[in-house]
């Protein structure tokens, strides 16, 4: 199980830091993927104007990226109202100090806010109960393996202590303690060095065109201790390219190191090189990405599809959880 908020179109991150192993993972286990809209209002719920076309920008880059409908339950965590249940009860669960001692989240609004009073307006209820509905996320669909970016280590720590602490209270085996998996890139960086991120302005888009692409490459960052040309170059100091050429040229690694360390290349030439092998990469992603454009209505039918496999689980999970806490269930659905 795992998930991403709809807030802007994905990147080179989430495809190298998460996609590659969903794609992977699909054919091994069963899969649930969903596009956490609820988790965008904890951040943006002043400005929702964006939410349902992102919902769409992603369904599109995931069908791009490779997740396939047919194998893998792909949905809209708002379409399964038995998400919000369970963070409801999970929430009467939930010791106060943890959720506020949750690194993450301070980060969060000191990025978010400019002064202090713009941190108390961004830090809201739902905002703290982020992790609480992450876990909802995760334990509504009995997730195990969460295939997530690095970031994520904390709100998955979190998940595992709620899933225990439910399990030791009701005397019960039936939340399984989740782990993360992550790839060999579980941080890519942007153009500029730091994390790449949606809202970063540094970023290569999976739908980006190839003039795109280029135009980002030939902003990196590379040996900042390289002046000339003529001077030999350090491929361990090359903060982002050479890093880049791991992943989209390492057929020519060997040949680009020998190349920058005698200063036969300069940095110029080599980025763009590094640009042609990165759309030569992304073009068959690209195109099944204009494929499942050029048909919002099929999209649609897949997100409904995958809405009404979801919520089969989900209800299923509820049902359960409704018994093991002594609740009432009440046969209105
Ligand atoms: P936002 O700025 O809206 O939080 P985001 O880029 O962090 O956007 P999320 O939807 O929060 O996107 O994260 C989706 C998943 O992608 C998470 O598992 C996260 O860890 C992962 N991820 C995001 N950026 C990177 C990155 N640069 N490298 C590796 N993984 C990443
Ligand atoms: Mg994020």
Not at 3 to 20: D, N, Q, S
Not at 234 to 253: L, N
Not at 281 to 290: K, S, V
Request: hydrophobic fraction near 35%.
């Amino acid at each position: 199980m795992s998930g991403m908020r709809p807030t802007g179109r994905l990147h080179l991150g989430h495809y190298f830091g998460v996609l590659i192993n969903w794609v992977r993972f699909q054919t091994e286990y069963e899969s649930y993927f969903s596009i956490v809209d609820w988790h965008a209002l904890t951040t943006k719920y002043q400005d929702t104007s964006q939410i349902k076309a992102n919902i769409h920008e992603i369904a599109l880059d995931w069908l791009a990226a490779g997740i396939d409908p047919e194998v893998s339950t792909i949905y809209v965590q708002s379409g399964i109202p038995e998400i919000a249940e369970l963070h409801l009860l999970l929430s009467m669960i939930t010791q106060q100090n943890w959720v506020e001692r949750e690194p993450t989240l301070k980060d969060m609004v000191r990025m978010l806010a400019a002064d202090e009073e713009e941190a108390r307006e961004k830090a809201t209820y739902g905002l703290l109960g982020y992790p609480v509905l992450m876990s909802a996320d995760i334990l509504t669909f009995k997730g195990e393996l969460v295939p997530v970016g690095k970031d994520q280590e904390s709100h998955l720590e979190f998940a595992r202590g709620l899933a225990r602490k439910f399990n030791h209270l009701y005397g019960v085996d039936f939340f399984p303690e989740c782990r993360p998996e992550f790839t060999s890139t579980p941080l890519l960086k942007g153009i500029d060095g730091s994390k790449m991120g949606k809202s970063a302005n540094n970023a290569i888009n999976l739908a980006d065109t190839d003039a795109d692409t280029t135009k980002q490459v030939m902003k990196m960052i590379t040996d900042r201790t390289r002046i000339a040309k003529s001077d030999p170059g350090h491929v361990d100091q090359c903060e982002v390219p050479w890093p880049m050429y791991q992943i989209f040229g390492s057929d020519i690694t060997e040949q680009v190191r020998t190349e920058c360390e005698s200063a036969q290349i300069g940095c110029v030439d080599c980025k763009k090189r590094l640009a042609g092998k990165m759309n030569d990469y992304l073009r068959p992603l690209r195109e099944r990405r204009e494929k499942f454009a050029s048909d919002p209505k099929k999209v649609e039918q897949i997100l409904e599809y995958g809405n009404k496999k979801a919520r089969e689980t989900a209800k299923k999970t509820l049902a359960e959880v409704r018994d093991i806490m002594g609740l009432h269930n009440w046969k209105n659905d």
